[in-house]
């Protein structure tokens, strides 16, 4: 439709024969396409506002996920940081922990060698891998025994060799001199 308006237009504005005067377009008719030519200024003005509108949307929602990103990526450097402070201590707390199982190995090693236990046990003792056990066989090859029943008690110190005898296996001189002993064990 637009083809034949254009034609229309052009052959009643272009001279038939030179020399004649051209024909004039209706009023109506040109008032008609200026209306359709600003019609059509207007949709195109209206579609670029909403194609500008649509990418400054699109630009908020992407800066927007940037900084969602940007709180991630700063979440992220935290855990990072602490991941890597808690195997710095983790790493120093094994290296103070073999320290210190080295250290109880040698002095079972060297209970061993002032107790002058043979080779083939000591060989044995190494092999055990639990230090508790190792310290516990030590203590039974070297006959070392800790005593369970020693007299902690404050009289029992004050008398010759810690031991108070029963009082009816006592003599009447040893109850006197024991007598404040007694007392004392009992007496914080």
Do not use: C
């Not at 030179?18 to 019609?39: D, F, I």
């Not at 107790?115 to 046990?121: F, I, Q, S, W």
């Amino acid at each position: 439709m637009s083809e034949t308006t254009t034609e229309q237009v052009v052959t009643e504005t272009t001279p038939a024969v030179e020399g004649e005067k051209p024909k004039t377009v209706p009023y109506e008719r040109l008032s008609e396409m200026a209306a359709q030519k600003n019609a059509a200024i207007e949709d195109a003005k209206k579609a670029r506002e909403e194609l500008d509108k649509i990418n400054a949307d699109r630009d908020k929602v992407r800066k927007a996920q940037l900084e969602k990103q940007g709180e991630f990526k700063t979440l992220h450097e935290e855990d990072q940081t602490k991941i890597e402070t808690l195997t710095k201590e983790r790493d120093e707390a094994v290296t103070h922990w073999s320290e210190h199982l080295t250290k109880r190995s040698d002095a079972l090693k060297s209970r061993m060698d002032e107790a002058k236990v043979d080779d083939e046990t000591k060989g044995i003792a190494m092999k055990i891998a639990d230090l508790d056990d190792r310290e516990t066989f030590i203590n039974r090859i070297t006959n070392e025994t800790i005593s369970t029943s020693t007299d902690t008690r404050r009289g029992a110190n004050q008398i010759e060799g810690g031991k108070l005898k029963p009082l009816t296996e006592m003599t009447d001189q040893e109850r006197r001199e024991t007598h404040e002993a007694r007392i004392a064990q009992y007496v914080t």
